[in-house]
């Protein structure tokens, strides 16, 4: 399963990519309202950061307008992705961005009907949420198994990106269903590393190794 990282914070991009584990960038309008850096300018920092795919997304709702966001957008880098909502008019851009080599992610899918129309559209990934369809009393993971379970029938190519992760809990199922792709907040990243019984464990090593008294 691919890792993404979903953030807009170039020094913890910075930080994962060093690990040589990130696949990926993933990241929305609130992300880059947070990081308080011009679109353009960060997207293109990003890119430069990692060799996988980064998703930028378009802002406009109506079909013209994300092709002219897409046509600037792509210039950027090769490794841009773009991620347009999963709506009539969004997946008409995916089409004909797809049509043309270009990455497409469609994001904000809450069903797998959904799913099913941007495979349909060529999209290269499609972001089911599955932290926000939990929050509204719906099952996350069990909407990625339906998705898993769709594109297989028809072997679609379309990657499953499981986005709006919150926890581990959610990576590892993520992986036991067969998802293709997770992105995840930079500390949930940081969290799969961590076991207490690993510090426990190296804490009692060291103190052993000290009774040695030897140095390597
Ligand atoms: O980037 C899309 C998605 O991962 C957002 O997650 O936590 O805002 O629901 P969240």
């Given at each position: ?25 993933t990241t929305n309008p609130s992300l880059i309202a947070k990081s ?30 994300m092709m002219r966001e897409a046509e600037k957008l792509r210039k ?104 293709d792709v997770m992105t995840a907040p930079p500390a949930v990243i ?27």
């Open positions: 399963m691919k890792f993404f990282v979903d953030t807009a914070d170039t020094a913890e991009i910075a930080d994962l990519a060093a690990t040589g584990l990130l696949d990926g960038v308080g850096r011009d679109f353009m300018e960060v997207t293109k920092e990003i890119c430069g950061l990692v060799h996988g795919p980064v998703s930028a997304e378009v802002i406009a709702l109506d079909h013209e307008g950027i880098a090769d490794n841009v992705c773009i991620k347009v909502p999963l709506t009539i008019d969004g997946l008409k851009t995916c089409k004909k961005l797809s049509g043309d080599g270009t990455m497409v992610n469609v994001t904000l899918c809450f069903s797998a009907n959904q799913a099913l129309l941007a495979a349909k559209a060529g999209a290269t990934f499609i972001s089911p949420f599955v932290g926000r369809h939990d929050d509204n009393g719906f099952d996350g993971m069990g909407l990625i198994s339906d998705i898993r379970l769709i594109y297989d029938n028809y072997s679609f190519a379309t990657e499953i990106l499981v986005a709006s992760v919150r926890h581990g809990i959610h990576v590892l199922e993520s992986a036991k269903i067969g998802a940081k969290g799969l590393f961590k076991h207490v019984l690993t510090d426990k464990g190296i804490e009692g090593f060291l103190a052993d190794w000290a009774k040695t008294g030897q140095t390597l």
